[in-house]
């Protein structure tokens, strides 16, 4: 796929796929366009596929606004997530999670009928993270610490069961234990036969998901490379340089 920001080409042909319970790690240079495959993919209105398309189960998705595609299974842990006032932290997660229960069918959704029910649901998934239950009574993000904001997309993700999620630097900011935690919480994700792509710049994070299928760098708006775990190490010892090296 072909895409643009304002008339700017940023990806210039990138092709990706993935299947149930795969893990794909992304990295690459800052401005290499990894985030704008991640916006692309949820269907962010600034970015325009100008060639090729975003197939899910054979079907385009290129027409559907982003919270169609969230009901299909699409999800996006941000890279920098937005404060929103007055929206209730635990609120907004019961709403999401009714809404997507809703379109997506699948076993491990259960159906909450209480408030308290679902809290209950929440808890368990804050504690995964290493979020006090306080967070519950907060507004979404607002006055999180960087790191809180990356643990609370990654409960989402674990909260709202998605088909495909889509990771934006889950780990940046991140204390050393919660690097841990949140690596976990991923694997919990992908072992439910849901694919999981996290965008990262430190193998780190890799090293303690329980598997990791693919490792794709990205450069100058393309996968330019594509490797098994081994490569992320090889990025972290010798750069970028090689490859775009490699390429030339
Ligand atoms: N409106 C715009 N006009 C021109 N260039 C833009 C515009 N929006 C984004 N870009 C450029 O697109 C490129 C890709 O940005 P993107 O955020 O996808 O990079 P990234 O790989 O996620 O980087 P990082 O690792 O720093 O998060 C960058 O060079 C950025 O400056
Ligand atoms: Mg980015």
């Given at each position: 796929m072909h895409v643009s920001r304002e008339g700017k080409e940023i990806l210039k042909g990138v092709n990706l796929k993935t299947g149930p319970g795969e893990v794909h790690a992304i990295m690459g240079p800052n401005g290499s366009g990894k985030s704008t495959l991640a916006y692309t993919l949820l269907g962010?209105?600034?970015?325009?596929?100008?060639?090729g398309d975003i197939l899910l189960d054979g079907e385009s998705?290129?027409?559907?606004k982003p919270d169609q595609r969230a009901k299909k299974g699409l999800f996006l842990g941000f890279q920098y997530p937005t404060e929103v006032s007055g929206v209730g932290y635990s609120h907004f997660l019961r709403t999401s999670y009714n809404a997507l229960s809703k379109a997506l069918q699948g076993d491990d959704r259960e159906v909450f009928i209480t408030v308290r029910e679902f809290q209950k649901y929440l808890k368990g998934n804050l504690k995964r993270v290493g979020l006090?239950?306080?967070?519950?009574?907060?507004?979404?993000?607002?006055?999180?610490?960087g790191g809180e904001k990356k643990r609370s997309e990654v409960l989402q993700m674990a909260v709202l069961k998605p088909k495909i999620s889509i990771l934006d630097e889950?780990?940046?900011?991140?204390?050393i234990d919660a690097v841990q935690s949140v690596a976990k919480a991923i694997s919990e994700v992908s072992t439910r036969d849901s694919a999981v792509f996290v965008i990262t710049h430190y193998a780190r994070i890799l090293k303690y998901l329980?598997?990791?299928d693919f490792v794709h760098v990205f450069a100058k708006g393309r996968v330019v490379k594509t490797g098994d775990a081994s490569l992320a190490d090889e990025l972290e010892k010798k750069g970028y340089d090689w490859i775009t090296k490699e390429l030339s």
């Open positions: 962010h209105p600034k970015y325009q596929v100008t060639k998705i290129l027409k559907l006090p239950d306080e967070f519950l009574s907060r507004y979404l993000n607002e006055g999180f610490s889950p780990d940046s900011g991140l204390d329980n598997k990791l």
